[in-house]
C-alpha cells in the first residue's frame, strides 16, 4: 500500500524559515516524479513545485520560487521542502503528493501538515 | 500561472447527470493531454478521479468520465447520488513543465 506521511509544520512567524517531510513507503519511491500541493484556509488546492524521480528536474509554482527549496533522499524514500521568507498567504496545508506513472496527475497523497504563519 | 476556470458550483437531483467544465489556454489544457480531476471531501485528502484527460484509475466508479475540447476540459457524473457531493478540481500540465489548478467546484447533490 503507497504510504506519503508529511511532517514538520508548526506555527513560524512572518519571515521566518520550515522544513518540511514527506517520508514515502509501498513502492518504488526513486521511480516517480513527486509534488507538494497546497491549500490555504478556504481556498482551492495550489500545485507549489515537483521533483523528479532522479531530483534532476526541478519546477516551482511562482508565488514560492526563489522562497522555497524542493529536494528528495532516494536512499531514504523521503521528499522535503525548504520554505524560507515565509509570508502569511503561505499559511496552508501542505501536501506531498506523487505523480502517477507516466502521467502528470496525482494518483496518491499524504494527509497534509499545516503551516500557519503568523506574528 | 493563472489558475485555470472552473464554475464555482454546480447541483444536480440524485440519478440526473452533471458537467463542471475547465478552461484554460492553449498552453495548458489545449496543447496537453494532461489533465486531471480530483474529488476531495472535507477532512480527505483529494483523491484522483480522471487521468490523461479521460482516463479512469482502478476502482473509480464509470459514471465518471472526462473529455476535452480546445482549451476547455469537462468532467461528468452520471446517475448522481449522495456521496459524490464533493469539491472537484480540475489540473494540468502547462508549457513551462509546472502543473496548475482550477479554482475548484463546489458539487450539490440536492
Known amino acids: 500500500e503507497v504510504q506519503l506521511v508529511e511532517s514538520g509544520g508548526g506555527l513560524v512567524k512572518p519571515g521566518g524559515s520550515l522544513r518540511l517531510s514527506c517520508e514515502a513507503s509501498?513502492?518504488?519511491?526513486?521511480?516517480?516524479?513527486m509534488n507538494w500541493v497546497r491549500q490555504a484556509p478556504g481556498k482551492g488546492l495550489e500545485w507549489v513545485s515537483s521533483?523528479?524521480?532522479?531530483?534532476?528536474?526541478?519546477y516551482y509554482a511562482d508565488s514560492v520560487k526563489g522562497r522555497f527549496t524542493i529536494s528528495r533522499d532516494n536512499a531514504h524514500n523521503s521528499l522535503f521542502l525548504q520554505l524560507n521568507g515565509l509570508r502569511a498567504d503561505d499559511s496552508a496545508v501542505y501536501y506531498c503528493a506523487r505523480d502517477a506513472y507516466g502521467s502528470y496527475s496525482f494518483d496518491s497523497w499524504g494527509q497534509g501538515t499545516l503551516v500557519t504563519v503568523s506574528s | 500561472q493563472s489558475a485555470l476556470t472552473q464554475p464555482a458550483s454546480v447541483s444536480g437531483s440524485p440519478g440526473q447527470s452533471i458537467t463542471i467544465s475547465c478552461t484554460g489556454t492553449?498552453?495548458?489544457?489545449?496543447?496537453?493531454?494532461?489533465v486531471s480531476w480530483y474529488q476531495h471531501r472535507p477532512g480527505k485528502v483529494p483523491k484522483l478521479m480522471i487521468y490523461d484527460v479521460s482516463g479512469r484509475p482502478s476502482g473509480v466508479s464509470n459514471r465518471f468520465s472526462g473529455s476535452k475540447s480546445g482549451n476547455t476540459a469537462s468532467l461528468t457524473i452520471s446517475g448522481l447520488q449522495a456521496e459524490d457531493e464533493a469539491t472537484y478540481y480540475c489540473s494540468s500540465y502547462t508549457s513551462s513543465s509546472t502543473r496548475v489548478f482550477g479554482g475548484g467546484t463546489e458539487l450539490t447533490v440536492l
Open positions: 521533483i523528479s524521480s532522479s531530483g534532476d528536474y526541478i
Open positions: 492553449s498552453s495548458d489544457v489545449g496543447g496537453y493531454n494532461s
Open positions: 509501498g513502492f518504488t519511491f526513486n521511480s516517480y516524479t
